[in-house]
């Protein structure tokens, strides 16, 4: 895991490079968790990504989508030669997510507080046929001030949606600066218990930490909902990136991105 969570991290930067622009700190900083997702949680077909019984992985944070392309090529679902198209006129990976171009993509994410409302409908719709799958739904920080998740939230529990699992990206970071001073969420595990959901809070760098939060979450047997808060470091692997004040859309110059790829080979799993 360590090493598919370094070759994400690896295929965002250098889908970074080609634009020479990109959300690379949301990237490097959710990989532990993609990682996770892909390669010990999920259930799905490469070869088959529409297959019917596949869990679900909805990505409502649309500005992400450069590290699920990343974590798509890692699975096989997208070939890794289309890398260099990234963000091109008639790719298959716009720089904000689009389920209509590409394969493995749930929904068409970016407005930001949607995912929740889709991962319910969605999970209520699978109970329906008595589909098994489950439903993950990835959103950020930034979402907790946003009326319909807790909407979605609480219908989730009154409808005992015992197959979605949220994901909550924490990496203190907005556009405008720190989502906890832009509208304060905390304290955050109380609040999705008091919605009725079985809530766990870990340290979203920690694989051993993040593996363990979903195999508790999927062996819960209550009838609610999951939610998994992932406290994250924004350019995760990359000290010098990490450093800098502003992260959100992170400013890397055009020098910077053989530099950036040179500390994260230093830091490859052996």
């Not at 019917?52 to 798509?72: N, Q, T």
Request: contains cysteine; hydrophobic residues 40%.
């Amino acid at each position: 895991l360590e090493l598919r969570a370094w070759n994400i991290r690896r295929k965002a930067l250098l889908m970074g490079q080609v634009q020479g622009q990109g959300y690379i700190g949301q990237a490097l900083g959710i990989a532990d968790v993609l990682a996770a997702s892909y390669f010990h949680a999920l259930e799905y077909r490469p070869e088959d990504p529409e297959w019917e019984g596949r869990d679900r992985f909805l990505l409502s944070i649309g500005h992400y989508a450069i590290a699920l392309y990343a974590v798509l090529m890692e699975a096989g679902i997208l070939p890794e030669d289309e890398l260099e198209t990234y963000g091109m006129d008639d790719s298959r990976m716009p720089m904000s997510g689009m389920a209509s171009y590409t394969p493995g993509m749930e929904i068409t994410g970016g407005s930001l507080g949607h995912g929740l409302g889709i991962a319910v409908g969605m999970a209520m719709g699978l109970k329906r046929k008595n589909n098994k799958a489950l439903v993950y739904n990835l959103m950020s920080d930034g979402e907790l001030g946003e009326g319909s998740t807790w909407e979605a939230a609480m219908s989730g529990a009154h409808h005992k949606l015992d197959n979605l699992i949220c994901l909550v990206d924490f990496n203190n970071q907005q556009a405008d600066g720190k989502s906890t001073e832009m509208l304060c969420s905390e304290p955050l595990t109380e609040k999705w218990e008091a919605f009725g959901w079985h809530a766990q809070r870990v340290n979203g760098n920690d694989l051993a930490a993040v593996v363990a939060a979903f195999d508790a979450a999927r062996a819960v047997k209550d009838g609610k909902p999951r939610v998994i808060i992932f406290d994250t470091t924004m350019c995760k692997g990359v000290p010098f990136l990490e450093s800098r004040e502003i992260t959100h859309f992170v400013r890397v110059e055009a020098d910077e991105w053989d530099k950036a790829l040179a500390v994260l080979e230093e830091g490859k799993p052996a």
